[in-house]
């Protein structure tokens, strides 16, 4: 079956029973199309052979194709049927609607807390690396460690 991909585009509302019209001809066109294929070329008696599968596979791929035209125009019609039922939204409400619907990906509050103690760390760490402290775990010494000597490279 052949590769699908949802595209997206905007007509005004008034454009949307003409648009949907104009899908369903294809849908329609597609389905007389589809009801005169014939499986096999023998009318008394299926023919079974290669062509005949590979009409019938050629018949199931239209077959879905034309379910997700459909599909589409019913989802379509739907989201229509909604809007036209649902009360009309002033520009203020729609947008206040839109910005509550979105939520914050990173609360200022908690993005100003995280910074300050990545400061806090930054700072800790400088003042322990220019005092030359050492965390005791990471100098302890191994049983197995073994001296080497410095070398100027």
């Not at 008034?14 to 648009?19: A, H, V």
């Not at 199931?60 to 599909?71: C, P």
């Not at 206040?96 to 700072?123: C, H, I, R």
Request: proline content about 5%; hydrophobic content about 30%; cysteine-free.
């Amino acid at each position: 079956m052949p590769q699908r991909v949802n595209i997206q585009y905007s007509i005004e509302i008034d454009q949307l029973p003409s648009e949907v019209d104009r899908l369903a001809r294809v849908v329609e066109d597609e389905l007389q199309s589809l009801s005169s294929m014939k499986i096999s070329d023998d009318t008394e008696q299926a023919d079974i052979s290669l062509q005949s599968v590979f009409r019938i596979n050629e018949i199931r791929s239209k077959i879905a194709s034309l379910d997700y035209a459909l599909m589409d125009v019913a989802n379509i019609m739907n989201g229509y049927i909604n809007y036209l039922s649902s009360p009309p939204q002033s520009e203020e409400t729609e947008e206040a609607t839109q910005e509550s619907a979105e939520p914050e990906l990173y609360p200022a509050g908690e993005v100003t807390a995280k910074f300050n103690d990545l400061e806090s760390k930054l700072q800790q760490f400088k003042s322990n690396s220019t005092q030359d402290h050492y965390d005791p775990v990471t100098t302890q010494k191994s049983e197995f460690a073994q001296e080497v000597p410095k070398t100027n490279t």
